[in-house]
């Protein structure tokens, strides 16, 4: 055997070249020259500068401080790059992650947030609503969703200030206003949409790759007595538009292919523009799991999710509305069957607390089987809460 060379990764390193995640950072020494990096173990390859040394046709959507543009420019381009990436990890420049600062790494366009676990519906449906049915009758019918607010979709490690809003316990003659005092997680995936769509052409569900890149964590961030006492009944609003946490690093979809799951059995026949039962296995074998301040709370697994990505990007555009470059849609809260699998504090405590605290930490990590074994990581998305701006009431 040959000795390995310091660009070798060890064996079972998530981060390995069936991965190759993309992201924007900046080099230490140089803050505002944001570019596009991508991760091979626990460093940055300088893709632009790679790009540029190989005489790449592609190195000036590399030279860029956001991927939108590499977004846009569609999967034969997305496969020629990550093909072009494999063979720049021999020379290519190699930055420690400890000496970059990492960025939001694409503009985000629409925020849509789905609801596509039927543990976690059924288990808040009965939390939020004892007196109903845990599941609506449309849930398994289409994928429920709302839009939220992509301006405050931030990259991992950006504090999270505690949200301020109106809340009124059951019990409460009026609503009162300050700090939430139920804030929590809910872990999430996310699909970053490349290839946009005019309108009136809605996305198949075998066109699904040809729109979406790529896939990260989220921490879609919740105030549940914000959201409680305001969602009857247009949905979620101000309870989770104050902070959405994104993982700095991409992940193309083509690194998921080993990782390709069935969803669950479906309850009733789709309409024929959600009917996956001859399409390819939709759903992916992601094994999600939540830290708060180091210790393990929950491991939830997405491949347990009903509605898949595809529905869901389906849906999205059946009724006519067109797809923007750098769209942005997460699956929902993701929650298994089991205590121990729920995504959020809301299920694990069975709605009755402890919520989050100052200064807790919460980090999401995942990774997926890939090919011959390895495995195929997803960025952490990482956040911390702070104490709340401490205003009066408004
Ligand atoms: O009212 C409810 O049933 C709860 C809604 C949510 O919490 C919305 C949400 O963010 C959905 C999700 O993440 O699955
Ligand atoms: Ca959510
Ligand atoms: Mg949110």
Redo the contacts with the bound molecule.
Sequence with gaps: MSQQSPRELAEGDPFGAATLPYGVFSPADAPDRRRIGVRYGDRVLDASAAAAAHGSAHADLLDRPTLNPLLAAGRPVWQAVRAEVRGWLDDGPLLPLEDVTLHLPFEVADYV???ASEHHATNVGRIFRPDSEPLTPNWKHLPIGYHGRAGTVVVSGTDVVRPQGQRKAPGDAVPSFGPSLRLDI?A?VGFVVGTPAPANTPVALGDFREHVFGVCLVN?W?ARDVQAWEYVPLG?FLG?SFATSVSAWITPLDAFDEARTAPPERTYPLLPYLDDSAAEPGGIDLRIEVTINGETVSRPPFASMYWTAAQQLAHMTVNGASLRTGDFF?S??VSGPEPDQRGCLLELTEGKGPYLADGDVVTLTAWAPGPGGARIGLGEVTGRVVPDRGAATP
């Design positions: 947030d789905f609801y809910e999430e879609d919740s979620p989770k997460a929902g809260t």
